[in-house]
């Protein structure tokens, strides 16, 4: 006769859902750092059709993908739950101005030749994010993560004094970002449809704004042939990343999902100085050191307290 295994505690279960949900957080998160990371290439290539008009076909071919992915995999029932909620709309509309503005800074860093200033932006945005996770959100940070911001600190120290005259373009994407991702945690809305949300709001500005365009005799869709068919993908390389950055802030404790932050400026890094030419000078290149040594030391400390990154998880 086989002995029944005994069931297995109910806080044991949540627990493996818990850290079942980091995982999951995780994969999120490097996706959408990634594909944020090598966008300067795509922006770069329709460089010539200004940034407002940019961020408003982000905007306008949005709502067709946003569309389709949730007739798909569902969610109009929660979007219409977002616009029933007085609170809910409040977030979305607040969050819906901090992504245009954080959109039409980035854009405008890109295509002007600025890519190491919205890099050090973006680096300066996980400080932000441990900041606020450990002040307004009281997630804890052990040592070796204080260890860790401190060293990316001093890093971009160095940045920020040889890059004073672009920095309040890295100062305005980081808060902007930071604040918003806070915002998107904390919101009671899942990922797709408070993206939809977001882009409906912000749906009549860009129309208006492209019509009032094309009134005044300009194109379109931008001055090259090969412009409309780029333009036409704003909406894909706009909202992939975003639902899947949006889906981990969700599944991460704030802090570790700063530290993932990481990955996307080092790739505009990257792209800055090897596809583009950007100056690189030693204080690049210590910043960049300390950034990385940052980032080892703060995975360590996630490795050997792996309860850490689902302590501070939000509430089904």
Request: proline share 5%; glycine share 10%; net charge positive.
């Amino acid at each position: 006769m086989n002995a029944r295994k005994p069931a297995r505690p109910s806080h044991d279960r949540g627990h493996d859902r818990g850290h079942d949900d980091a995982g999951r957080g995780l994969s999120l998160g490097i996706g959408a750092y990634a594909l944020w990371g090598i966008l300067p290439i795509y922006f770069k290539a329709i460089a010539a059709v200004g940034p407002v008009d940019i961020v408003a076909h982000r905007v306008l071919w949005s709502v067709p993908f946003l569309a389709v992915l949730m007739a798909v995999f569902g969610g109009f029932r929660d979007v219409r739950g977002a616009l029933r909620s007085h609170r809910t709309l409040a977030f979305l509309s607040v969050t819906a101005v901090l992504i245009a503005t954080n959109w039409l800074l980035y854009v405008y860093a890109v295509t002007t030749g600025r890519i190491l200033a919205s890099s050090l932006g973006y680096y300066l945005n996980p400080l932000i994010n441990v900041l606020m996770g450990r002040v307004l959100l009281k997630e804890r940070l052990s040592g070796l993560q204080w260890a860790a911001v401190a060293i990316a600190a001093a890093g971009i120290s160095g940045l920020a004094i040889q890059a004073l005259g672009q920095l309040w373009i890295s100062l305005a994407l980081a808060i902007t970002f930071a604040t918003y991702g806070l915002l998107r945690k904390i919101a009671p809305v899942e990922a797709v449809a408070g993206l939809a949300v977001e882009t409906g709001l912000l749906f009549p500005a860009a129309v208006v704004w492209l019509g009032w365009g094309v009134a005044a005799g300009q194109p379109m869709f931008g001055p090259a042939n090969r412009d409309w068919a780029l333009l036409l993908c704003a909406g894909i390389v706009s909202t992939v990343p975003l639902i899947l950055f949006t889906a981990a802030a969700r599944r991460l404790a704030y802090s570790t999902l700063g530290m993932l932050q990481f990955i996307a400026p080092t790739l505009q890094f990257l792209c800055a100085v090897l596809l583009y030419g950007e100056r690189l000078t030693r204080w690049h290149v210590l910043a960049f050191g300390s950034i990385w040594l940052a980032l080892a030391l703060y995975v360590t400390a996630l490795i050997r307290g792996p309860k850490s990154a689902a302590s501070a998880m939000p509430p089904e």
